[in-house]
């Protein structure tokens, strides 16, 4: 049997065709086919808390991270710094003095992913129906009337003087949506818009934004893919795609140890980062904090109302043991403010441990051997197990003479018994949802809900942390505001019910191939469009 | 052979058939000679006398935190340490004094109220056994786990309510049991005997049908030694059992599967774990070979 030379070069070039093929299929294939570094695929892992993509709804942090690829807003952070928006959608802002009036200018030329320009008629319905359809973010922007002067400025007022507003309008919630096609599938702004808007199944499947990415598939118990939005006015990605798994955290940590490129991890923190290889970056800063909360109602509790216990617990604890729990990137309570945000208290002014004076203060106060029933939540947050943190609390204060009973409760009991005010001592993590410490302000001052649970009045409280509250809502500037929350926290630390155990970093691990992979406190956790390539 | 029985004899006979096949009859060893029996005697005595002399043996008072955590198994601490510093040897062994005792608890209460509902269904029948059964099929109709994290979660987490939620998942089993036992004596001659000398109910229940109907049930019970055991460590590990900072073996598995570069925090209490349930499991099986007719069969 002859074979003609043409038939073998057609054998050759299909075989040749073929192995091309399998080439590019093992290059595109996720997260297994990353080895050499040219996949144009970037894989997150996160322990999913995810509910939608619609950013007037979205809250969780996997939600977040999505949307903040997804679609653009006013103002955004760059990088892990929250201490100053920086333009996006709005080229340059301006502030009336009372801090009440903000217009914004809008950037010329942006379009939406289906080519559309971008107008302030798209401003003022996505801000409008964020405060409208009143979803769990809407908080954040209730008392702002968003109004347009012409097709590129957007003015933004506020009833009372709020200098955060330009942050606020950082937030994936206050996303710019494109209204025509919001519209077209149920979305509405008006009064009415929490009974009128049907737009939530829409745009959990699909982005109408004008961000770097577009969403590919979205499905909240498995994976969530991005791909490059082509039309993007801005700097384009590197990664063409972008898959968020949905993994636990042990499971991550394994992935992570074996990853070679590509890769991103977003719950390894605290302990479990022991054990990760060398090869792997890390990048984190301490946005949480976690606190006990004594209860100042004698009604409740004669033994957590009395100052000189509460003195007394702060000073049996000891804060570096408990930092050393939480593993690495932690530190020693200081301050209500986590270290990551603005007007936290500077290093060198973390509580210190003093048995003696413990002993001392509950001797002054009459009391022997008091024992107080303690509440926490049987949780794990972010990698750290509070039953282990409050058994080493426990631990501390029976050596200065406080008996403290354990009484671990599931989450939801917990917030329950916490609502209701009726715990003598509790025990929780805090992390701001926006990058504003002075919102701990209107929680935690006396009189003020948070603080109402814990039965700390006006009446019950020391004039001095009153006026200090109050004298930084009345400070306009931010750098005032920094400086005066300090001054606050630190008559805090004096007297309220609130003790500080430890600050606790969210980290981002990532492989050694990436840049960019930045942790942020701002809500987005990492800014995926923001990774790239070495 | 006689047709009309002595119910005296009779009933004395029905007795001594459990205990009798304990001994092995005529024909074999007695089942606490079989090699491996004896290592499950062995365990469960050694399990014990750990949990009496806990307080002598432990080198370290098993709650108290020192800065030396995480140390790896060494001769000051044969188990290591855990987060806290706190020595797993000594939290080990007076877990055993948790573990063992409560699930002794959990099976006997769990045996007196099965017990006794299984006898009245057994002996009353019509709508009582009924009711019963019906109830018991709603118990079974859940996974044992699912319904006691329910339970336990309803109540608040701690000791007495977990040993509760394991009871009220367990008794089922039981009343089951001996439902069937009395069921298959009903019409027994002994019985009706006793009825026509006038002996009442009570009387009858407690002196002729529970004797002959108990043995399987306390075969039974001694299975569900291991799974009470298992179940509590469970509960336990699920943040359900004894509060904190208890040296139970379930919750300190719990803490050493946060991280488990440090092998020895959970390897430790689950060997605990581990050898009791095993030697329950195997003395409960050599029980049950000795005691059940379906198993002695073909030897």
Redesign the interface.
Known sequence: MSVSPRRLLAGASALATLAVLSVSACSAGGSGGNANGTAKTLTVNTSFVLKTLDPGRVYEATGLTAVHALYDTLLTFKGSDVSKPVPALAESYQASPDAKTFTFKLRQGVTFADGSPLTADDVVFSLNRLKNIKGSPAVTVSGLTVTKTDDSTVVVASATPDPNIPVVLSMPSTAVLNSTVAKEHGARDGADAAQGDTAQQYLDTNSVGSGPYVLKSYDPSSQVVLEANPKYWGTKPQFSRVVLRNMDV?TQKLTMQRAEAAEISLDISG??L??LPGSLQTSGVQDTVYFLFLNADPGVSAVTSNPKFNQALRAAIDYQ?IA??YGKGAAPGAGLVAPAFPGALPAGEESKRDVARAKALLTEAGLTNPTVKFTYP?I?YKGV?L??V???V??DAAEAGIKL??????LT?FLDEMRGGKSPLGFTPQSLNYPVADSLINNMAPGQATALRSGWTVERADPAVVAAGRKVTATLDLAGRATAMQEWQRLMNASSPYLVLASNSSIVVATTDLTGADYTAAGWQVDVAAVGRK | MTTLADPKAERALGRRRWLGRLRGGSTSRPVWRQPITVVALTILGGWLLLALLADVLAPYDPLAQSPDTYASPSGAHWFGTDSLGRDIFSRVVHGARLSIPLALAIVSLALLVGGLLGLVAGYVGRFVDEALMRLTDLVFAFPQIILAMAVTAAFGPNTRNAVLALVIVSWPVYARVIRSAVLSMRGDDYLNAARLLGVGPIRALRRDVLPNSIGPAIVLATLELGNAVLLLAALSFLGLGPRPPAAEWGSMVALGAQDLSMWWVSVFPGLAILTVVMAFNVLGDALRDRLDPRYTKGR
């Open positions: 042990q302990k479990l022991d054990g043991g050393a729990l049987a794990t197990d039953g282990t409050a058994t080493k426990q631990g009973e354990l009484n671990p409760q599931p009991t």
